[in-house]
């Protein structure tokens, strides 16, 4: 059984409100009143893509801060099962940002990484959810910078901003992995990379499990939408 089909079955009556299909293409929306940088495109020639809106685990704090001093109440912008060629399963969580700075960049990282903590909750009920099958993705999306040195000022940000920060946060793990993310647009890493994540008493089978980020940048840098194939 598909993990779509089961979670949809086992949780009908968020499902029936909160779900929504559409066929080769999909669009997460930024909701935020203030936000400048609103729609992520998805496109694959093959897929049918599942969207789960937001508000499907966006007030889960009974079972995250009520409960934990470690677990945030986070919520991404988008959660989408994806199912391409073959049948293969894929969940993308997808965060928009209006700001290409360190501190917002940062904050959609742990956004994406809490989503994906309440979610594994949820499917861990789930007929056909294995993590070994499935295929993870992270995106953060947001407006280009307006010049290569504004790109160039966002490291020294971090830089800054790691120096003062307690070791534990993952924000050096972001320093790192920035430049590469900015000429290649990918990084595959494992939640085990990431010191306060790592300190969770988590089962190793997600803590050692393989995510690519992929950072997602307007055409323009006055663009309100970015666009990005899905390749698998």
């Known amino acids: ?3 779509i089909d089961s979670f949809s079955n086992l949780y009908d009556r968020s499902a029936q409100l909160y779900i929504n299909s559409s066929i080769n293409d999909c669009e997460v929306k930024e909701h935020g009143k203030l936000a ?3 729609r992520l495109y998805i496109h694959n020639d093959n897929a049918t893509f ?3 809106d937001t508000k499907l685990i966006k007030d889960h704090v009974d079972t995250t801060e009520k ?3 470690s677990l945030k109440n986070s919520t991404c912008d988008g959660v989408l099962f994806v199912y391409g060629a073959h049948n293969i399963e ?3 969580f997808a965060e928009l940002k209006s700001t290409y700075s360190a501190s917002k960049l940062q904050d959609a990282f742990e956004q994406l990484i809490y989503s994906l903590l309440k979610y594994h909750r949820l499917f861990s009920l789930c007929k056909g959810y294995d993590l070994r099958s499935l295929s993870l993705d992270f995106v953060l999306a947001c407006h280009a910078p307006h010049k290569t040195q504004e790109a160039d000022a966002l490291l020294d940000e971090f830089v800054a901003q790691n ?3 307690e070791k534990t946060n993952e924000l050096s793990f972001v320093v790192d ?3 590469k993310l900015q000429f290649s647009g990918t990084y595959t890493f494992k939640l085990n990379q990431l010191c306060k994540i790592s300190s969770y008493p988590l089962i190793d089978e997600l ?3 393989d995510i690519t980020l992929h950072l997602v940048i307007s055409v323009q840098p006055e663009d309100d939408y970015a666009k990005m194939y899905l390749r698998y």
């Open 67 to 69: 409960m934990s001093s």
């Open 1 to 3: 059984m598909r993990l």
């Open 36 to 38: 400048t940088f609103h």
């Open 207 to 209: 803590l050692k499990k």
């Open 177 to 179: 992995i920035l430049p």
């Open 163 to 165: 120096a003062i920060e």
């Open 90 to 92: 894929h969940l993308v």
């Open 50 to 52: 599942y969207l789960c």
